[in-house]
């Protein structure tokens, strides 16, 4: 008797440890992709690869795990806003939040040619947006390998967005400093930086994850976009 009303305690435990874990997934999320030059280089930096060709294997295996938990929206910032006056006009709504959203996912990435600055300011403004807020509560992934280059108040806007139920989760995926000395290689903070959008985390209750590696960037984009699901 003893041992079934223990059971019995233990799976109702299980169920709320369950629900709760599952509820962060009803709010929908923008996946805010770094689409800029930068990722498309490498060799001085002490990148062996383009980041791109990395970030596309990262999707192709984690979007299909975490694609049944809520629904997908992606940006891309970057890409047609190279040169001129519209160098960072490159930004992109490419679709707004929708269940099965891999496949979309996926084929936008690999077909992604990078180029243009970095405007993750502006990006992130329309994300947040497209989800509806302040009035809706949502989730914005940011996928950025540096810092803002249009002028974006990065942090002013992570404090528009303050206390919004907006929660904005920052993945800052191979970041480089800004200096770099052949003399000094692996001996400056150029292959320890943090992204200037952590702030975009630290102040909407989201999280900055450092990725250097395909393996890393996944697990980054299950701890944010897949709601860390127990069971």
Not at 10 to 32: E, F, H, K, P
Not at 57 to 82: D, H, K, S
Not at 182 to 209: I, K, P
Request: a negative charge.
């Amino acid at each position: 008797m003893v041992m079934r009303r223990f059971l019995a305690t233990v799976g109702i435990a299980s169920l709320l440890i369950s629900t709760a874990a599952r509820a962060d997934c009803t709010d929908d999320a923008m996946i805010v992709f770094d689409g800029s030059g930068s990722m498309a280089e490498m060799g001085f930096n002490q990148i062996d690869e383009p980041r791109i060709f990395e970030a596309r294997r990262a999707m192709r295996t984690v979007m299909p795990q975490v694609e049944p938990f809520r629904r997908i929206g992606l940006i891309v910032y970057g890409p047609g806003g190279a040169g001129g006056v519209g160098e960072c006009s490159g930004i992109e709504l490419r679709f707004g939040p929708r269940a099965d959203a891999a496949k979309a996912v996926i084929s936008a990435v690999e077909n992604l040619q990078p180029e243009g600055r970095t405007a993750l300011t502006e990006a992130v403004a329309l994300a947040a947006k497209t989800l509806g807020a302040p009035e809706k509560p949502g989730t914005v992934v940011l996928v950025t390998d540096g810092k803002e280059t249009c002028g974006g108040q990065t942090c002013a806007l992570a404090a528009q967005l303050s206390g919004t139920g907006l929660v904005v989760h920052v993945i800052g995926f191979k970041v480089r400093g800004e200096h770099f000395g052949w003399l000094s290689e692996g001996e400056t903070d150029y292959v320890s930086s943090v992204s200037v959008a952590q702030c975009l985390a630290t102040q909407t209750g989201g999280e900055y994850v450092g990725a250097e590696t395909v393996d890393e960037l996944v697990d980054a984009m299950n701890r944010t976009l897949g709601c860390n699901l127990l069971f």
